[in-house]
Structures are given as C-alpha cells and as structure tokens.
C-alpha cells in the first residue's frame, strides 16, 4: 500500500522542464511558454507486452490548467524504442486506429488517454517490462515543453479488472 501511496504522489505531480536546443537564455522567443506546473500527467499506466506481441498500450490522463491551448508531438517511455500517439475512429461503421503527429489540449481542458480513444502505442522493448515498475515517461510540447512522469507497468488482468469495476489503477 505505501508503495501505490508513493506511487500515486509521484505521478500527481507534474515534472516540467523548459526545453529549448539551441536557444540562449538572451534570445527573444516569439512563442508563448505555458506556466510552469500547468500540465500535469496522472494516472500513467503501460500494459505489459502479450506473449508473443510486438506492441502494447499506455494510458493516463493530461490536464492543462493554463490560458493557452497546448500541443502534444510525442512520447518515450524508459526501455522501449519507439513510442507513438494513437487514435481510435469510427469510419463507415468500423473502429480504426491511427497514428497522429499532433494533438492538441485546449486551455483549461484534459484529455483521457484510454482504451477505444487516445492512447499511447509501444514498441521495441529494449529491456522487457515487469508488472509493477515504474518507467520514466517523457511527453513533448510544440513549444519546446516537456513533462516527465512515471508509467507504472500493469497486467491486462488488471487493467481489465480496474476497468470493469471503475477504477483507476493508481
């Protein structure tokens, strides 16, 4: 239990850095930086590969509490090779999944990154994942924003089972 309490403390809070390769502190940006802590990343979870699978899923919740509308490039997570953003369709009746270079989080909005709708696909596990730990995630702005987080790595077992009970796997 104090490992979930910790767990859980660890990804309420948001880990902001303001990135910027090849900028100098007495450079003039034309770009708006949204504050810092006005997004923050919970609920990061990463289903462990299937046997036999070559990609899994990850989940969590962004929030953005500033004025400006905010746009998420891409994602890596600790140990996997490639790390992309996807979406769940409906086209002509059927469910399709795609992968997207941009989304954008409106200001005082969150998205629900979750099974059927956004939702983080991964691939090439350069260490295999073990239920339980925790691996470093890493999200990045079009404004040079990044958030660092923790995803925890969850059985389909129990993302399955905290699905079907409303719950949130912490």
């Known amino acids: 239990m104090i490992k979930n309490l910790a767990f859980f403390m660890l990804c309420s ?3 902001m ?4 390769p090849g900028h100098s502190d007495g450079e003039s940006h034309h770009h708006t930086h949204v504050e810092q802590n006005a ?14 699978a070559s990609s899994t899923a990850g989940y969590f919740t962004l929030a953005n ?4 509308a905010v746009t998420l490039l891409k994602a890596e997570i ?3 090779g490639r790390v992309e ?6 086209v002509d009746g059927m469910m399709r999944m795609q992968k997207i270079d941009k989304l ?12 059927g709708g956004y939702h983080l696909m991964a691939f090439e596990p350069t ?9 470093k995630l890493t999200l990045y702005f079009a404004d040079g924003n990044r958030i660092y987080g923790l995803i925890e790595v969850v059985s389909l077992k129990a993302q399955m089972h905290n699905a079907k009970n409303g719950h949130q796997h912490h």
């Open 17 to 20: 850095s303001q990135a910027h």
């Open 13 to 15: 809070l948001p880990w």
């Open 65 to 68: 509490t500033s004025q400006q």
């Open 78 to 80: 600790e140990g996997l």
């Open 104 to 115: 954008e989080i409106a200001p005082h909005s969150q998205v629900e990154f979750k099974p």
């Open 127 to 135: 260490k295999p994942l073990k239920v339980g730990e925790n691996r």
């Open 39 to 52: 997004l923050q990343l919970t609920r990061a979870t990463l289903r462990d590969f299937l046997p036999a």
């Open 85 to 90: 953003v996807h979406e769940h369709t409906h």
